[in-house]
């Protein structure tokens, strides 16, 4: 038995590829879109490590040319989705008597697959189903898919070395970590494959298994996280990858005795109906299931008169329309001194007029397509309301077509009242809301702010006054998670700004830190007593 107390480094982030015109990463990337497109595969469940076909098929396609299929997936029935289960309440049995040093160097070397053999793949695939462009995805479905998998398995030392104390030579205490019991269910978004691997592999290197039901409108880089997921070791059974429908795979998983808790990222909505489903349940689950998500965001930026016009300009730009605003993160609304409004909008109006819209296949895009007809059709809608009220205007923007692809042009709408729907509301896409304050109300938006919304994911402020900077802090405490100072509320890193909000946005359980790991272990504490004492009479018993 190799009894070595091992521990893992503390690693660092993977480098950023820049994708700069020739460089041998750009050119990679190129040949492998190429390939990408040129071809059309079938996607089946995979269950126990075999692949299932169903027959029962839906389309991949790319959002900014809708009308070309990359792939074609067998969706899940309720048969399917009980053998998912079987698989992954079998597998458990043995992964979670392995060492925990062995589960962590998977997921290392799926970070090492990634980072050197797949890193194109894994980009090509997340821009073309996706619709990132290059940086975007570079930063997604590599770095942070690297980094979350390298970080986690840091993160398990600390976890499994933090030990009880034995305060007195005849008892020795120690702390187990087990993992839950049953199977962890795992439902990912389509905006972020870094997200999607997390949301499994993290219950997973802490000896959980998993049943996966990926986005529909991400599967294609999620088939391709399955087959790395193998070539890296991991054993049949551990994840079990069942696209489908969520209201057929939902009945099954949500009955099961076996049901130990749910990772989740998506809407509030979904979220909301997770817990009431789980909570009608109750009484068939072996134990209480552990409910961990992240969910909507409308997520602001607050901007003192001392603030920085540039800055400020720069932030929104880049907050709001990177990924087309489909990030829970994305800066959503912003409030800005009338004394700064002229320049703040001159200086946007500028860089939005440079900025490029069209398919990723072109590097030059700043913004790309949205998902899916589903979005654009209610993105569409909120700015439509903006058009027809004399409560908002639109400034930028505002124009979109969906002949060819999903695309929307970066809009940006001034509301002359606060709580105008786009205000409050989460839109999901490239719509940025202002309103203009009174410089001496400074104070007075700051409560607007913390007031306006349900969710309380993201949110900065600008200001280059102290002072009004620690008010903001302050007053702003419970409004974000992620709380940026001179900065856009989007971007964080595995490592350096765990994430996570509250409220209506989620459990805040931190991804990216020690924090979501330990909600997925089951820790028992174990005593031994060496000279067991042998008369039950206490000292103050005596006479």
């Not at 602001?300 to 880049?318: E, G, I, N």
Request: aromatic share 12%; net charge negative; charged share 20%.
């Amino acid at each position: 038995m190799n009894n070595s107390v091992f521990r893992f480094e503390k690693p660092k982030n993977e480098p950023v590829l820049s994708y700069a015109p020739n460089s041998p990463e750009r050119l990679e990337l190129v040949a492998e879109l190429e390939r990408m497109s040129s071809q059309q595969i079938d996607i089946p469940l995979i269950i126990g490590g075999k692949e299932i076909r169903t027959g029962n098929l839906g389309k991949v396609v790319m959002p900014h040319d809708h009308g070309h299929v990359l792939a074609t997936y067998h969706m899940a029935g309720e048969k399917e989705v009980r053998m998912a289960i079987e698989a992954a309440v079998e597998a458990r049995k043995k992964w979670e008597n392995i060492p925990w040093v062995e589960r962590a160097s998977i997921a290392i070397r799926v970070a090492e697959l990634i980072a050197k053999k797949y890193r194109a793949v894994m980009n090509a695939a997340t821009m073309l189903g996706q619709s990132k462009n290059a940086f975007q995805a570079e930063i997604d479905s590599a770095c942070e898919t690297i980094d979350f998998l390298r970080f986690n398995a840091y993160y398990m030392s600390q976890i499994y070395a933090d030990q009880p104390m034995s305060p007195t030579t005849d008892v020795v205490n120690r702390m187990e970590y087990r993992p839950l019991e049953g199977f962890v269910f795992a439902v990912t978004p389509f905006n972020f494959t870094a997200i999607a691997s997390n949301l499994c592999m993290s219950p997973v290197i802490m000896g959980n298994a998993v049943v996966w039901k990926p986005a529909t409108t991400a599967i294609l880089s999620n088939y391709y996280l399955m087959q790395i997921y193998k070539e890296a070791g991991l054993p049949d059974g551990i994840i079990n990858f069942i696209p489908g429908k969520g209201s057929v795979i939902g009945k099954e998983i949500f009955a099961h005795r076996e049901f130990a808790g749910v990772h989740f990222t998506g809407s509030t909505w979904t979220f909301n109906s997770f817990w009431s489903e789980i909570a009608r349940n109750l009484p068939n689950y072996r134990s209480y299931p552990k409910i961990v998500g992240e969910t909507g965001g409308k997520d602001f930026v607050m901007v003192h008169p001392s603030a920085d016009v540039q800055q400020v300009a720069v932030a929104l730009v880049r907050g709001a329309f990177e990924f087309q605003g489909q990030k829970c993160s994305a800066a959503s609304r912003a409030y800005i001194p009338k004394s700064m409004w002229y320049a703040v909008k001159d200086s946007m109006g500028k860089m939005l007029t440079d900025i490029k819209v069209g398919d990723v296949r072109n590097f030059s895009n700043f913004v790309n397509a949205v998902i899916d007809e589903a979005a654009f059709d209610s993105i569409t809608g909120y700015i439509e309301k903006a058009r027809n009220t004399k409560d908002a205007e639109i400034v930028f923007g505002g124009t979109y077509d969906k002949s060819k692809g999903y695309f929307i042009q970066p809009t940006v709408i001034l509301a002359n009242d606060p709580h105008f729907v786009t205000m409050e509301e989460e839109i999901f896409g490239p719509v940025l809301t202002i309103h203009v304050y009174e410089d001496a109300k400074f104070e007075e938006t700051l409560e607007l702010v913390d007031s306006t919304s349900p969710y309380a994911l993201t949110g900065s402020i600008f200001s280059n006054d102290r002072y009004a900077t620690e008010v903001a802090f302050e007053k702003l405490k419970y409004a974000a998670g992620n709380f940026y100072i001179n900065d856009k509320p989007t971007g964080a890193v595995v490592g350096q700004q765990p994430f996570g909000g509250a409220r209506a946005s989620g459990t805040n359980d931190k991804a990216g830190s020690y924090l979501n790991l330990i909600r997925w272990t089951n820790p028992r504490s174990i005593k031994e007593t060496l000279n067991p004492p042998t008369d039950y009479r206490y000292p103050f018993l005596a006479e």
